[in-house]
Each structure stands twice: as structure tokens, then as C-alpha cells.
């Protein structure tokens, strides 16, 4: 992972990991299941988002580099097997 982006994937899982503890607390307090829906499709749209961080900086340098460095076929096969697995 980029260095320069790692701060920002440490703080996205930080606001992932405490939106998810109160989504807990609101399932122990039997809050309305309405709001509980929105906090967790905000948590899904939050790990999209990490997703895409993440993501994007493989492409632009994980991937480069394998296949610069004679990975091409396992690269191309990390990256079918990621396609695969968006599109289920």
C-alpha cells in the first residue's frame, strides 16, 4: 500500500469500526430498524469508498510494478479474481 495513503485507509477503518460499534449499541437498545438500516448502508457506502482507495492505489503501482517486474499472468490473475468477486 501507498505510504501516502495509508492514513486515510487507517481513518476510513476507524470511522468503519465505530459506526459498526454503534450500530451494536443500537441493535442492544432496540432503537427503530429504519435507523439502524442507515447506519449500516453508511458503513457500507464507507467500506465502497475504502474499496476504491485501495484499489486505485494498487493499480497504479501494485500492479505497474508486476508486471514491469514479469508478473503480467499473475497480475492479470489477481485482477480477473477481483472482477469476479465485484461482480457477484
Not at 464507507?46 to 503501482?61: F, P, Q, V
Not at 497480475?75 to 472482477?83: D, N, T
Amino acid at each position: 500500500m501507498q505510504e501516502d495513503r495509508k492514513p486515510d485507509v487507517l481513518k476510513r477503518l476507524s470511522y468503519i469500526e465505530g459506526h459498526v460499534s454503534g450500530i451494536r449499541k443500537m441493535v442492544e437498545e432496540d432503537k427503530y430498524c429504519i435507523d439502524i438500516l442507515r447506519q449500516t448502508h453508511a458503513v457500507r457506502k464507507a467500506l465502497e469508498k475504502l474499496e476504491a482507495i485501495i484499489l486505485e492505489g494498487h493499480l497504479r503501482t501494485c500492479v505497474p510494478e508486476g508486471i514491469k517486474g514479469d508478473r503480467e499472468e499473475a497480475v492479470i490473475q489477481e485482477l480477473v479474481q477481483l472482477y469476479t468477486i465485484a461482480w457477484k
